[in-house]
T-cell receptor
Framework: GAGVSQTPSNKVTEKGKYVELRCDPI?????LYWYRQSLGQGPEFLIY????????DSGLPNDRFFAVRPEGSVSTLKIQRTERGDSAVYLC???????????FGPGTRLLVL | AQKVTQAQTEISVVEKEDVTLDCVYE???????LFWYKQPPSGELVFLIR??????QNEISGRYSWNFQKSTSSFNFTITASQVVDSAVYFC???????????????FGKGTKLTVNP
């Protein structure tokens, strides 16, 4: 079946702009996760959804970052007033439920100029 | 706090050599899961294995094998007879169990970049 998909694959924006990154999880997966991966580092957790609600948003770096999952499927990660330090690959993962293995999408590479 | 350490930043081997990637973890949870993921140059993280803390049996899958030792908090990964296609960054990760207050998030190491030369 189809894996996790993420759009866009690449996003270039200017400092101060607003961006939205989209994640389409594997069909039927109720748990959805966002991670951020900086160059040469492992992925770092941002937020976790169980269904429509954010069950753990402890990894969001500040209030410029926000994510939604209104219908319990597709999720959007929103970044306001982007900064150069936000440049990274944003990874989305999904799983059948929180106890199961997380499967990752290809990521969105964000570059803030 | 949970932590995963992959001390080897980069490893370079010649094809057909065996190679072991080290992973050491820290957690206060008595129940937890350990994972290995592969990240080829294309960038997508590919799941390789999951192991729960109650199962210390070593596992073999083709050329891949994993050695879980709770006594030393290690979960090492060995590739036998390495091939050029094994070239990638390999990540070890840890997840606690929520019922004990752990988060469902994965905590990753910094990864080991493996280069297999022909």
């Amino acid at each position: 079946g189809a894996g996790v998909s993420q759009t866009p694959s690449n996003k270039v924006t200017e400092k101060g702009k607003y961006v939205e990154l989209r994640c389409d999880p594997i069909s039927g997966h109720t748990a959805l996760y966002w991670y951020r991966q900086s160059l040469g580092q492992g992925p770092e957790f941002l937020i976790y959804f169980q269904g429509t609600g954010a069950a753990d948003d402890s990894g969001l770096p500040n209030d410029r970052f926000f994510a939604v999952r209104p219908e319990g499927s597709v999720s959007t990660l929103k970044i306001q007033r982007t900064e150069r330090g936000d440049s990274a690959v944003y990874l989305c993962a999904s799983s059948w439920d929180p106890t199961r293995t997380q499967y990752f999408g290809p990521g969105t590479r964000l570059l803030v100029l | 706090a949970q932590k995963v350490t992959q001390a080897q930043t980069e490893i370079s081997v010649v094809e057909k050599e065996d190679v072991t990637l080290d992973c050491v973890y820290e957690t206060r949870d008595t129940t937890y899961y350990l994972f290995w993921y592969k990240q080829p140059p294309s960038g997508e993280l590919v799941f390789l294995i999951r192991r729960n803390s109650f199962d210390e049996q070593n596992e073999i899958s083709g050329r891949y094998s994993w050695n879980f030792q709770k006594s030393t908090s290690s979960f090492n990964f060995t590739i036998t007879a390495s091939q050029v296609v094994d070239s990638a960054v390999y990540f070890c990760a840890l997840r606690g169990v929520r019922v004990q207050g752990g988060s469902e998030k994965l905590v990753f190491g910094k990864g080991t970049k493996l280069t297999v030369n022909p």
